[in-house]
Protein backbone atom coordinates (compact mmCIF):
# COMPACT_ATOMS: atom_id res chain seq x y z
CA UNK A 1 0.00 0.00 0.00
CA UNK A 2 1.40 3.01 -0.86
CA UNK A 3 0.15 6.02 0.56
CA UNK A 4 -0.27 9.42 -0.89
CA UNK A 5 -2.51 12.78 -0.18
CA UNK A 6 -4.54 12.54 -3.31
CA UNK A 7 -5.89 8.88 -2.30
CA UNK A 8 -6.58 9.87 1.23
CA UNK A 9 -8.26 13.49 0.29
CA UNK A 10 -11.74 14.70 -0.52
CA UNK A 11 -12.56 17.14 -2.96
CA UNK A 12 -14.92 20.05 -3.17
CA UNK A 13 -16.01 20.95 -6.26
CA UNK A 14 -16.87 25.06 -6.30
CA UNK A 15 -18.50 26.34 -9.37
CA UNK A 16 -17.89 29.75 -8.74
CA UNK A 17 -20.74 31.69 -10.49
CA UNK A 18 -23.26 29.65 -8.48
CA UNK A 19 -21.31 29.73 -5.25
CA UNK A 20 -21.75 33.20 -3.27
CA UNK A 21 -22.22 36.75 -4.88
CA UNK A 22 -20.26 39.45 -2.78
CA UNK A 23 -21.20 42.51 -4.83
CA UNK A 24 -24.72 42.24 -5.69
CA UNK A 25 -24.13 41.84 -9.60
CA UNK A 26 -26.18 38.20 -9.38
CA UNK A 27 -22.88 36.66 -10.71
CA UNK A 28 -20.69 34.46 -7.43
CA UNK A 29 -17.39 35.77 -7.34
CA UNK A 30 -13.72 34.92 -5.54
CA UNK A 31 -14.81 37.34 -2.53
CA UNK A 32 -17.99 35.35 -2.01
CA UNK A 33 -15.81 32.23 -2.22
CA UNK A 34 -13.70 33.96 0.00
CA UNK A 35 -16.40 34.75 2.57
CA UNK A 36 -17.33 30.87 2.49
CA UNK A 37 -13.87 29.49 3.42
CA UNK A 38 -14.65 28.41 7.12
CA UNK A 39 -17.67 26.81 6.10
CA UNK A 40 -15.72 24.34 3.62
CA UNK A 41 -13.32 24.36 6.76
CA UNK A 42 -16.00 23.67 8.52
CA UNK A 43 -17.14 20.43 6.61
CA UNK A 44 -13.57 19.01 6.27
CA UNK A 45 -12.99 19.09 2.65
CA UNK A 46 -9.08 18.85 2.02
CA UNK A 47 -9.29 20.38 -1.59
CA UNK A 48 -10.98 22.74 -3.31
CA UNK A 49 -11.32 21.75 -7.57
CA UNK A 50 -12.47 25.25 -8.89
CA UNK A 51 -14.41 25.31 -12.08
CA UNK A 52 -12.66 28.28 -14.78
CA UNK A 53 -12.14 31.59 -13.13
CA UNK A 54 -9.99 32.73 -16.38
CA UNK A 55 -10.83 35.87 -18.92
CA UNK A 56 -14.30 34.45 -20.65
CA UNK A 57 -16.61 35.32 -22.85
CA UNK A 58 -19.18 33.00 -21.31
CA UNK A 59 -20.93 30.79 -24.13
CA UNK A 60 -20.26 27.84 -21.98
CA UNK A 61 -19.74 29.74 -18.28
CA UNK A 62 -16.18 29.83 -18.44
CA UNK A 63 -15.27 26.80 -20.50
CA UNK A 64 -14.47 29.04 -23.20
CA UNK A 65 -11.06 30.74 -22.21
CA UNK A 66 -10.02 33.75 -24.20
CA UNK A 67 -7.36 34.76 -22.15
CA UNK A 68 -5.52 32.09 -19.79
CA UNK A 69 -3.33 34.27 -17.65
CA UNK A 70 -6.51 36.50 -16.37
CA UNK A 71 -9.37 36.23 -14.22
CA UNK A 72 -12.69 37.01 -15.33
CA UNK A 73 -13.66 40.41 -14.90
CA UNK A 74 -17.16 39.34 -13.32
CA UNK A 75 -15.14 36.90 -10.74
CA UNK A 76 -12.84 39.78 -9.77
CA UNK A 77 -8.96 40.24 -9.81
CA UNK A 78 -5.86 38.43 -9.63
CA UNK A 79 -5.44 40.33 -5.98
CA UNK A 80 -8.61 38.46 -5.14
CA UNK A 81 -7.58 35.59 -6.26
CA UNK A 82 -3.85 35.11 -4.43
CA UNK A 83 -6.06 36.15 -1.39
CA UNK A 84 -8.43 33.48 -1.71
CA UNK A 85 -5.68 31.03 -2.35
CA UNK A 86 -3.63 32.40 1.39
CA UNK A 87 -7.22 31.85 2.54
CA UNK A 88 -7.40 28.40 1.73
CA UNK A 89 -3.80 27.40 2.25
CA UNK A 90 -4.02 29.03 5.61
CA UNK A 91 -6.71 26.44 6.22
CA UNK A 92 -4.88 23.85 5.12
CA UNK A 93 -7.14 23.47 1.47
CA UNK A 94 -5.87 22.64 -1.71
CA UNK A 95 -6.36 24.11 -4.97
CA UNK A 96 -6.99 22.42 -8.05
CA UNK A 97 -7.63 24.66 -10.87
CA UNK A 98 -9.67 24.39 -14.30
CA UNK A 99 -7.96 23.10 -16.95
CA UNK A 100 -9.40 23.51 -20.42
CA UNK A 101 -7.05 23.28 -23.00
CA UNK A 102 -8.74 21.13 -25.53
CA UNK A 103 -10.28 24.14 -27.03
CA UNK A 104 -9.95 28.20 -26.40
CA UNK A 105 -13.04 30.67 -26.52
CA UNK A 106 -13.37 31.73 -30.36
CA UNK A 107 -12.09 34.93 -28.50
CA UNK A 108 -8.66 33.78 -27.83
CA UNK A 109 -5.49 35.94 -28.79
CA UNK A 110 -4.29 32.96 -30.99
CA UNK A 111 -7.61 32.17 -32.63
CA UNK A 112 -7.98 35.61 -33.89
CA UNK A 113 -4.43 35.52 -35.45
CA UNK A 114 -5.19 32.09 -36.71
CA UNK A 115 -8.28 32.83 -38.42
CA UNK A 116 -6.84 36.38 -39.39
CA UNK A 117 -5.05 34.30 -42.61
CA UNK A 118 -3.33 30.41 -43.81
CA UNK A 119 -0.13 32.23 -43.27
CA UNK A 120 -0.44 33.24 -39.92
CA UNK A 121 2.18 31.71 -37.69
CA UNK A 122 -1.23 30.73 -34.87
CA UNK A 123 -2.74 28.59 -38.02
CA UNK A 124 -1.61 25.92 -36.74
CA UNK A 125 -2.09 26.15 -33.04
CA UNK A 126 -6.37 25.04 -34.19
CA UNK A 127 -7.75 22.65 -36.63
CA UNK A 128 -8.70 23.60 -40.00
CA UNK A 129 -9.98 22.09 -43.18
CA UNK A 130 -11.15 22.82 -46.18
CA UNK A 131 -14.84 21.63 -46.87
CA UNK A 132 -15.30 18.78 -49.41
CA UNK A 133 -16.25 19.37 -53.03
CA UNK A 134 -20.08 20.21 -52.95
CA UNK A 135 -19.20 22.80 -49.76
CA UNK A 136 -20.73 20.40 -47.30
CA UNK A 137 -17.91 20.48 -43.70
CA UNK A 138 -14.90 18.47 -43.94
CA UNK A 139 -16.15 15.40 -42.74
CA UNK A 140 -19.81 14.50 -40.21
CA UNK A 141 -18.79 14.74 -36.75
CA UNK A 142 -21.74 16.06 -34.78
CA UNK A 143 -20.80 18.82 -31.68
CA UNK A 144 -21.57 17.56 -28.20
CA UNK A 145 -23.56 20.85 -28.16
CA UNK A 146 -26.25 19.87 -31.41
CA UNK A 147 -25.31 20.82 -35.04
CA UNK A 148 -22.10 20.22 -37.13
CA UNK A 149 -18.62 19.71 -35.30
CA UNK A 150 -17.60 22.61 -37.81
CA UNK A 151 -17.72 25.86 -38.49
CA UNK A 152 -16.87 27.44 -41.83
CA UNK A 153 -14.97 30.96 -41.55
CA UNK A 154 -15.22 33.17 -44.06
CA UNK A 155 -11.74 34.84 -44.09
CA UNK A 156 -10.04 32.34 -45.46
CA UNK A 157 -12.87 29.92 -46.96
CA UNK A 158 -11.84 26.87 -44.35
CA UNK A 159 -13.77 25.09 -41.87
CA UNK A 160 -12.50 24.81 -38.22
CA UNK A 161 -13.28 22.10 -35.30
CA UNK A 162 -15.31 22.59 -32.96
CA UNK A 163 -16.53 19.31 -30.71
CA UNK A 164 -18.36 21.85 -28.35
CA UNK A 165 -19.98 25.08 -29.33
CA UNK A 166 -19.20 27.10 -31.70
CA UNK A 167 -16.95 28.96 -29.90
CA UNK A 168 -15.19 26.91 -28.56
CA UNK A 169 -12.44 26.09 -31.45
CA UNK A 170 -10.81 22.43 -30.94
CA UNK A 171 -6.36 23.22 -30.07
CA UNK A 172 -4.00 21.47 -32.60
CA UNK A 173 -2.07 19.41 -30.13
CA UNK A 174 -0.56 17.87 -32.91
CA UNK A 175 1.45 21.22 -32.87
CA UNK A 176 4.56 20.62 -30.58
CA UNK A 177 4.64 24.83 -30.32
CA UNK A 178 0.97 24.50 -28.98
CA UNK A 179 2.06 22.12 -26.91
CA UNK A 180 5.01 24.07 -25.18
CA UNK A 181 2.17 27.74 -25.11
CA UNK A 182 0.05 25.07 -22.89
CA UNK A 183 3.30 24.08 -20.64
CA UNK A 184 4.19 27.10 -19.95
CA UNK A 185 0.24 28.41 -18.99
CA UNK A 186 0.51 25.32 -16.50
CA UNK A 187 3.75 26.61 -15.19
CA UNK A 188 2.69 29.96 -14.66
CA UNK A 189 -0.39 28.92 -12.05
CA UNK A 190 1.85 26.33 -10.95
CA UNK A 191 4.18 28.84 -9.85
CA UNK A 192 1.56 30.90 -7.76
CA UNK A 193 1.00 28.44 -5.85
CA UNK A 194 -1.72 26.15 -7.44
CA UNK A 195 -2.23 22.71 -5.92
CA UNK A 196 -3.42 20.77 -9.51
CA UNK A 197 -5.05 20.31 -12.32
CA UNK A 198 -8.57 18.70 -13.29
CA UNK A 199 -8.43 18.50 -16.81
CA UNK A 200 -11.51 19.25 -18.67
CA UNK A 201 -12.15 16.21 -21.63
CA UNK A 202 -8.37 15.54 -21.91
CA UNK A 203 -9.35 12.56 -23.60
CA UNK A 204 -9.93 14.07 -26.65
CA UNK A 205 -6.65 15.69 -27.52
CA UNK A 206 -6.06 13.64 -29.93
CA UNK A 207 -7.69 13.28 -32.84
CA UNK A 208 -6.92 10.73 -35.39
CA UNK A 209 -5.04 11.80 -39.00
CA UNK A 210 -6.80 12.43 -41.95
CA UNK A 211 -10.15 13.07 -39.36
CA UNK A 212 -12.16 10.20 -41.07
CA UNK A 213 -16.10 10.37 -41.01
CA UNK A 214 -17.69 8.54 -37.74
CA UNK A 215 -20.38 5.88 -38.29
CA UNK A 216 -24.08 7.12 -38.83
CA UNK A 217 -26.78 7.22 -41.37
CA UNK A 218 -27.47 10.64 -41.37
CA UNK A 219 -26.45 13.60 -41.51
CA UNK A 220 -24.15 13.57 -38.70
CA UNK A 221 -22.25 11.04 -37.34
CA UNK A 222 -20.64 9.77 -34.49
CA UNK A 223 -16.72 10.65 -34.88
CA UNK A 224 -15.79 9.88 -31.11
CA UNK A 225 -13.60 7.11 -31.97
CA UNK A 226 -11.65 8.92 -34.10
CA UNK A 227 -10.95 11.70 -31.11
CA UNK A 228 -11.54 9.37 -28.26
CA UNK A 229 -8.78 8.28 -26.51
CA UNK A 230 -6.98 9.17 -29.40
CA UNK A 231 -3.87 7.87 -31.11
CA UNK A 232 -1.13 10.50 -29.16
CA UNK A 233 -2.97 11.55 -26.59
CA UNK A 234 -0.90 9.09 -23.84
CA UNK A 235 2.21 10.35 -25.69
CA UNK A 236 0.85 13.97 -24.98
CA UNK A 237 -0.24 13.68 -21.28
CA UNK A 238 3.33 11.64 -20.44
CA UNK A 239 5.14 14.58 -22.08
CA UNK A 240 3.04 17.06 -20.21
CA UNK A 241 4.03 15.06 -17.28
CA UNK A 242 7.65 15.10 -17.85
CA UNK A 243 7.76 18.59 -18.82
CA UNK A 244 5.01 20.03 -16.17
CA UNK A 245 3.53 17.62 -13.58
CA UNK A 246 6.85 16.16 -12.40
CA UNK A 247 8.36 19.21 -11.94
CA UNK A 248 5.82 20.08 -8.65
CA UNK A 249 3.98 18.24 -5.80
CA UNK A 250 0.33 17.99 -7.64
CA UNK A 251 -2.86 16.37 -7.97
CA UNK A 252 -3.91 15.37 -11.29
CA UNK A 253 -7.73 14.25 -12.67
CA UNK A 254 -8.75 14.27 -15.89
CA UNK A 255 -12.19 14.23 -17.45
CA UNK A 256 -12.81 11.79 -19.95
CA UNK A 257 -16.10 10.64 -21.52
CA UNK A 258 -15.76 7.48 -23.09
CA UNK A 259 -12.40 6.43 -21.16
CA UNK A 260 -12.51 2.44 -20.92
CA UNK A 261 -11.06 0.43 -17.85
CA UNK A 262 -8.37 -0.51 -20.26
CA UNK A 263 -7.42 3.05 -21.29
CA UNK A 264 -7.80 4.27 -17.46
CA UNK A 265 -5.74 1.84 -16.00
CA UNK A 266 -2.94 3.65 -19.17
CA UNK A 267 -4.04 6.82 -18.05
CA UNK A 268 -3.52 6.27 -14.14
CA UNK A 269 -0.73 3.38 -13.88
CA UNK A 270 1.88 5.60 -11.67
CA UNK A 271 4.39 3.80 -14.11
CA UNK A 272 3.32 5.83 -17.04
CA UNK A 273 3.78 8.82 -15.54
CA UNK A 274 0.65 10.78 -16.67
CA UNK A 275 -2.36 11.31 -14.24
CA UNK A 276 -3.38 10.46 -11.07
CA UNK A 277 -7.36 9.76 -11.39
CA UNK A 278 -9.71 10.19 -14.20
CA UNK A 279 -13.66 10.75 -14.08
CA UNK A 280 -15.24 8.32 -15.83
CA UNK A 281 -18.80 8.35 -17.84
CA UNK A 282 -20.22 4.80 -17.48
CA UNK A 283 -22.47 5.07 -14.87
CA UNK A 284 -23.67 8.84 -15.98
CA UNK A 285 -25.23 7.00 -18.84
CA UNK A 286 -27.78 4.50 -16.81
CA UNK A 287 -30.38 6.15 -17.75
CA UNK A 288 -30.03 7.27 -21.11
CA UNK A 289 -31.38 5.70 -24.21
CA UNK A 290 -29.78 4.67 -27.26
CA UNK A 291 -30.57 8.08 -28.82
CA UNK A 292 -28.09 9.53 -26.21
CA UNK A 293 -28.88 11.29 -22.65
CA UNK A 294 -31.93 13.20 -23.72
CA UNK A 295 -33.34 9.96 -24.28
CA UNK A 296 -34.90 8.92 -20.68
CA UNK A 297 -34.36 5.31 -19.58
CA UNK A 298 -34.97 3.81 -16.45
CA UNK A 299 -31.79 2.85 -14.49
CA UNK A 300 -31.81 -0.31 -12.23
CA UNK A 301 -29.52 -0.93 -9.18
CA UNK A 302 -28.04 -4.00 -11.29
CA UNK A 303 -27.41 -1.76 -14.46
CA UNK A 304 -25.29 0.89 -11.73
CA UNK A 305 -23.68 -1.55 -9.40
CA UNK A 306 -22.70 -3.61 -12.38
CA UNK A 307 -20.74 -0.30 -13.41
CA UNK A 308 -19.24 0.79 -10.49
CA UNK A 309 -18.19 -2.84 -9.92
CA UNK A 310 -16.40 -2.85 -12.77
CA UNK A 311 -14.46 -0.27 -12.31
CA UNK A 312 -13.78 -0.84 -8.40
CA UNK A 313 -12.50 -4.10 -9.43
CA UNK A 314 -10.66 -2.57 -12.72
CA UNK A 315 -8.14 -0.19 -10.64
CA UNK A 316 -8.11 -2.07 -7.62
CA UNK A 317 -4.43 -2.78 -8.16
CA UNK A 318 -3.37 -0.26 -10.66
CA UNK A 319 -4.41 3.39 -11.33
CA UNK A 320 -7.13 5.03 -9.08
CA UNK A 321 -10.74 5.86 -8.77
CA UNK A 322 -12.51 8.99 -8.65
CA UNK A 323 -15.60 8.63 -7.02
CA UNK A 324 -18.99 11.03 -8.20
CA UNK A 325 -22.49 11.07 -8.34
CA UNK A 326 -22.85 14.79 -9.47
CA UNK A 327 -21.11 17.67 -11.12
CA UNK A 328 -22.03 20.99 -12.88
CA UNK A 329 -22.78 18.93 -15.63
CA UNK A 330 -24.60 16.49 -14.31
CA UNK A 331 -28.30 16.24 -12.44
CA UNK A 332 -28.22 16.31 -8.75
CA UNK A 333 -27.99 12.89 -7.18
CA UNK A 334 -30.17 12.80 -4.72
CA UNK A 335 -32.87 13.44 -7.67
CA UNK A 336 -31.37 11.05 -9.80
CA UNK A 337 -30.25 8.69 -7.91
CA UNK A 338 -32.26 8.81 -4.36
CA UNK A 339 -35.65 10.09 -3.66
CA UNK A 340 -35.72 14.07 -3.72
CA UNK A 341 -39.59 13.79 -1.59
CA UNK A 342 -40.05 11.94 1.29
CA UNK A 343 -36.80 10.34 2.03
CA UNK A 344 -34.27 13.05 0.73
CA UNK A 345 -32.04 13.14 3.56
CA UNK A 346 -31.60 9.85 4.15
CA UNK A 347 -31.12 8.90 0.36
CA UNK A 348 -28.75 12.07 0.33
CA UNK A 349 -26.97 10.18 3.22
CA UNK A 350 -26.93 6.58 1.65
CA UNK A 351 -25.80 7.92 -1.25
CA UNK A 352 -23.09 9.78 0.39
CA UNK A 353 -22.22 6.39 2.03
CA UNK A 354 -22.05 4.77 -1.22
CA UNK A 355 -19.26 7.58 -2.18
CA UNK A 356 -16.80 7.51 0.58
CA UNK A 357 -16.77 3.78 1.06
CA UNK A 358 -16.05 2.66 -2.41
CA UNK A 359 -12.30 2.64 -3.16
CA UNK A 360 -10.90 5.63 -4.50
CA UNK A 361 -11.27 9.87 -4.05
CA UNK A 362 -14.81 11.12 -3.51
CA UNK A 363 -15.37 14.01 -5.25
CA UNK A 364 -18.80 16.19 -3.25
CA UNK A 365 -20.61 18.68 -5.58
CA UNK A 366 -20.95 22.38 -4.45
CA UNK A 367 -24.95 21.70 -2.88
CA UNK A 368 -24.80 17.93 -2.45
CA UNK A 369 -23.43 18.23 1.16
CA UNK A 370 -27.00 19.88 1.54
CA UNK A 371 -29.28 17.49 -0.09
CA UNK A 372 -30.26 20.20 -2.82
CA UNK A 373 -32.49 19.08 -5.77
CA UNK A 374 -33.20 19.23 -9.17
CA UNK A 375 -35.56 22.30 -10.27
CA UNK A 376 -38.25 22.61 -12.76
CA UNK A 377 -38.78 25.69 -14.55
CA UNK A 378 -42.05 26.25 -15.85
CA UNK A 379 -40.35 27.94 -19.10
CA UNK A 380 -37.24 27.47 -21.46
CA UNK A 381 -36.53 31.44 -20.87
CA UNK A 382 -35.30 30.56 -17.75
CA UNK A 383 -33.19 27.91 -18.95
CA UNK A 384 -28.62 29.30 -19.46
CA UNK A 385 -27.18 26.02 -20.28
CA UNK A 386 -26.02 26.49 -23.81
CA UNK A 387 -26.12 22.63 -24.23
CA UNK A 388 -29.78 22.44 -23.33
CA UNK A 389 -30.46 25.23 -24.85
CA UNK A 390 -28.95 24.24 -28.53
CA UNK A 391 -30.83 20.61 -28.19
CA UNK A 392 -34.06 22.58 -27.27
CA UNK A 393 -33.82 24.67 -30.51
CA UNK A 394 -32.41 21.91 -32.42
CA UNK A 395 -35.34 19.67 -31.38
CA UNK A 396 -38.15 21.73 -31.55
CA UNK A 397 -36.81 23.45 -35.03
CA UNK A 398 -35.21 20.93 -37.07
CA UNK A 399 -37.00 18.07 -35.58
CA UNK A 400 -40.61 19.19 -35.14
CA UNK A 401 -40.23 18.03 -31.39
CA UNK A 402 -42.84 17.52 -28.55
CA UNK A 403 -42.52 20.32 -26.24
CA UNK A 404 -43.83 18.62 -23.03
CA UNK A 405 -41.31 15.39 -23.61
CA UNK A 406 -38.67 17.75 -24.86
CA UNK A 407 -38.96 19.53 -20.92
CA UNK A 408 -38.94 16.59 -19.10
CA UNK A 409 -36.20 15.57 -20.87
CA UNK A 410 -34.43 18.60 -19.70
CA UNK A 411 -35.82 18.20 -15.96
CA UNK A 412 -34.41 15.39 -15.91
CA UNK A 413 -31.15 15.07 -17.46
CA UNK A 414 -30.06 19.73 -17.72
CA UNK A 415 -27.24 20.45 -16.67
CA UNK A 416 -28.64 23.56 -14.84
CA UNK A 417 -29.96 21.42 -11.95
CA UNK A 418 -26.78 21.58 -10.79
CA UNK A 419 -26.26 25.21 -11.49
CA UNK A 420 -28.98 27.09 -9.97
CA UNK A 421 -27.35 28.84 -6.82
CA UNK A 422 -26.17 27.75 -3.68
CA UNK A 423 -29.07 27.73 -1.01
CA UNK A 424 -26.47 29.83 1.73
CA UNK A 425 -30.17 30.78 3.72
CA UNK A 426 -33.94 31.23 4.21
CA UNK A 427 -33.71 35.15 3.37
CA UNK A 428 -34.29 36.69 -0.01
CA UNK A 429 -32.09 34.85 -2.94
CA UNK A 430 -31.74 32.15 -0.30
CA UNK A 431 -28.49 34.42 1.01
CA UNK A 432 -26.59 33.93 -2.32
CA UNK A 433 -26.72 37.45 -3.52
CA UNK A 434 -28.18 41.01 -2.72
CA UNK A 435 -29.36 41.19 -6.12
CA UNK A 436 -31.21 39.27 -9.16
CA UNK A 437 -29.17 36.24 -9.67
CA UNK A 438 -28.15 35.38 -13.07
CA UNK A 439 -30.33 31.81 -12.93
CA UNK A 440 -33.18 31.52 -10.70
CA UNK A 441 -32.45 29.79 -7.02
CA UNK A 442 -34.74 26.77 -6.34
CA UNK A 443 -37.71 27.42 -4.83
CA UNK A 444 -37.18 24.84 -1.57
CA UNK A 445 -34.31 26.80 -0.41
CA UNK A 446 -36.49 28.10 2.31
CA UNK A 447 -36.37 24.36 3.41
CA UNK A 448 -32.90 23.08 1.80
CA UNK A 449 -30.09 25.86 3.04
CA UNK A 450 -26.86 25.85 5.07
CA UNK A 451 -28.33 27.88 8.02
CA UNK A 452 -30.36 25.18 8.35
CA UNK A 453 -28.61 22.20 8.05
CA UNK A 454 -25.32 23.60 9.65
CA UNK A 455 -27.54 23.88 12.97
CA UNK A 456 -29.04 20.97 12.89
CA UNK A 457 -27.23 17.70 14.04
CA UNK A 458 -28.99 15.57 11.81
CA UNK A 459 -28.85 17.10 8.49
CA UNK A 460 -27.32 16.10 5.41
CA UNK A 461 -24.30 18.14 6.36
CA UNK A 462 -23.21 16.68 9.20
CA UNK A 463 -23.33 13.13 7.77
CA UNK A 464 -21.26 14.50 5.44
CA UNK A 465 -18.97 16.05 7.94
CA UNK A 466 -18.80 12.88 10.17
CA UNK A 467 -18.06 10.98 6.86
CA UNK A 468 -14.97 13.12 6.04
CA UNK A 469 -13.68 12.85 9.36
CA UNK A 470 -14.06 9.10 9.84
CA UNK A 471 -11.82 9.11 6.52
CA UNK A 472 -9.09 10.82 8.59
CA UNK A 473 -9.33 8.07 11.37
CA UNK A 474 -9.48 5.04 9.35
CA UNK A 475 -7.53 4.03 6.89
CA UNK A 476 -9.31 1.22 5.71
CA UNK A 477 -11.98 3.95 4.04
CA UNK A 478 -8.65 4.77 1.83
CA UNK A 479 -7.11 1.73 0.95
CA UNK A 480 -8.98 -1.20 1.91
CA UNK A 481 -9.52 -3.90 -0.80
CA UNK A 482 -13.27 -3.73 -2.25
CA UNK A 483 -15.20 -6.96 -2.27
CA UNK A 484 -18.84 -7.01 -3.64
CA UNK A 485 -21.22 -9.53 -1.69
CA UNK A 486 -25.07 -10.06 -2.71
CA UNK A 487 -24.39 -9.28 -6.63
CA UNK A 488 -27.92 -9.91 -7.91
CA UNK A 489 -29.86 -7.86 -4.89
CA UNK A 490 -33.13 -5.97 -6.50
CA UNK A 491 -32.15 -3.39 -3.93
CA UNK A 492 -29.39 -3.74 -1.67
CA UNK A 493 -25.95 -3.39 -2.81
CA UNK A 494 -23.26 -4.48 -0.14
CA UNK A 495 -19.69 -5.04 0.09
CA UNK A 496 -16.68 -5.28 2.01
CA UNK A 497 -13.47 -3.42 2.62
CA UNK A 498 -10.75 -4.66 4.09
CA UNK A 499 -7.20 -3.34 5.71
CA UNK A 500 -5.26 -6.44 7.07
CA UNK A 501 -6.94 -6.94 10.01
CA UNK A 502 -9.73 -4.59 9.72
CA UNK A 503 -12.76 -5.56 7.78
CA UNK A 504 -15.86 -2.89 7.67
CA UNK A 505 -19.18 -4.62 5.40
CA UNK A 506 -20.97 -1.48 3.67
CA UNK A 507 -25.19 -2.22 3.43
CA UNK A 508 -27.29 0.25 1.31
CA UNK A 509 -30.83 0.21 0.60
CA UNK A 510 -31.43 2.08 -2.76
CA UNK A 511 -35.25 1.56 -2.61
CA UNK A 512 -38.35 3.24 -0.28
CA UNK A 513 -39.56 0.12 1.11
CA UNK A 514 -37.78 -1.94 3.64
CA UNK A 515 -35.15 -4.69 2.30
CA UNK A 516 -34.34 -8.33 3.11
CA UNK A 517 -31.24 -8.60 4.26
CA UNK A 518 -29.48 -11.58 3.91
CA UNK A 519 -25.13 -12.42 4.08
CA UNK A 520 -23.68 -15.36 3.19
CA UNK A 521 -21.35 -16.56 5.86
CA UNK A 522 -18.92 -16.02 7.58
CA UNK A 523 -20.59 -12.27 7.26
CA UNK A 524 -23.57 -13.35 8.44
CA UNK A 525 -22.71 -14.32 11.59
CA UNK A 526 -19.77 -12.20 12.26
CA UNK A 527 -20.14 -9.68 15.27
CA UNK A 528 -20.78 -6.44 13.69
CA UNK A 529 -20.11 -2.87 15.72
CA UNK A 530 -22.21 0.11 13.52
CA UNK A 531 -19.26 2.98 12.87
CA UNK A 532 -22.12 5.10 10.87
CA UNK A 533 -25.69 5.09 9.51
CA UNK A 534 -28.10 7.34 8.38
CA UNK A 535 -30.70 6.16 10.80
CA UNK A 536 -30.51 5.73 14.85
CA UNK A 537 -29.10 3.07 16.04
CA UNK A 538 -32.50 2.22 17.97
CA UNK A 539 -34.86 0.30 15.45
CA UNK A 540 -31.96 -1.35 13.80
CA UNK A 541 -33.06 -4.84 12.73
CA UNK A 542 -30.27 -7.73 11.76
CA UNK A 543 -32.40 -9.16 8.82
CA UNK A 544 -33.34 -5.51 7.42
CA UNK A 545 -32.75 -2.33 5.69
CA UNK A 546 -35.54 0.78 6.54
CA UNK A 547 -36.28 2.83 3.66
CA UNK A 548 -32.92 3.88 1.69
CA UNK A 549 -31.20 2.93 5.01
CA UNK A 550 -27.44 2.67 4.64
CA UNK A 551 -25.05 1.04 7.51
CA UNK A 552 -21.43 0.59 8.06
CA UNK A 553 -19.97 -1.76 10.30
CA UNK A 554 -16.99 -3.29 11.29
CA UNK A 555 -16.17 -6.87 11.40
CA UNK A 556 -14.88 -9.14 13.80
O1 LIG B 1 -22.26 17.83 -20.07
C1 LIG B 1 -22.19 16.77 -20.62
C2 LIG B 1 -23.26 15.85 -20.42
O2 LIG B 1 -24.04 15.83 -21.57
C3 LIG B 1 -21.06 16.36 -21.43
O3 LIG B 1 -21.31 16.11 -22.74
C4 LIG B 1 -19.98 17.40 -21.28
O4 LIG B 1 -20.09 18.36 -22.25
C5 LIG B 1 -18.68 16.70 -21.34
O5 LIG B 1 -18.70 15.90 -20.20
C6 LIG B 1 -17.51 17.64 -21.24
O6 LIG B 1 -17.61 18.47 -20.15
C7 LIG B 1 -16.64 19.45 -19.96
O7 LIG B 1 -16.30 20.14 -21.14
C8 LIG B 1 -17.31 20.96 -21.70
C9 LIG B 1 -18.02 21.83 -20.68
O8 LIG B 1 -19.20 22.36 -21.25
C10 LIG B 1 -18.38 21.08 -19.43
O9 LIG B 1 -18.96 21.93 -18.49
C11 LIG B 1 -17.12 20.45 -18.94
O10 LIG B 1 -17.26 19.82 -17.70
C12 LIG B 1 -16.63 21.81 -22.73
O11 LIG B 1 -15.54 22.48 -22.15
CA1 LIG C 1 -20.64 39.13 -8.15
Known sequence: MERAFWKEAVVYQIYPRSFMDSNGDGIGDLRGIISKLDYLQELGVDVVWLSPVYQSPNDDNGYDISDYYNIMNEFGTMADWEEMLE????RGIKLMMDLVVNHTSDEHAWFVESRSSKENPYRDYYIWRPGKEDGRPPNNWGSFFSGPAWKKDEAAGEYYLHLFSTKQPDLN?????????????????????????RMDVINLISKVEGLPDGTGEGELGDGSPHYMNGPHVHEYLHEMNQEV???YDVMTVGEMPGVTIEEAVKYTDAAREELQMVFQFEHMHVDAGEQGKW????????????????WQMGLQHHGWNSLYLNNHDQPRMVSRFGNDGEYRVQSAKMLA???????????IYQGEELGMTNVKFGSIEEYKDIETLNMYKDRMDRLGGDQKEIMESIYAKGRDNARTP?????????GFTSGTPWISINPNYKEINAAQAVQDPDSVFHYYKQLIALRKQHLVMVYGDYELLLPDHEFIYAYTRTLDQE???ITLNFSGAPAFLELPEPYESAHKERVIGNYSEAGMEPHFLRPYEARVCRLS
Open 173 to 197: WDNPKLRTSIYDMMKFWLDKGVDGF
Open 245 to 247: LSK
Open 295 to 310: ELAPWTLHKLRDILHK
Open 87 to 90: GMHR
Open 503 to 505: QWL
Open 353 to 363: TLLHTLKGTPY
Open 422 to 430: MQWNDGPQA
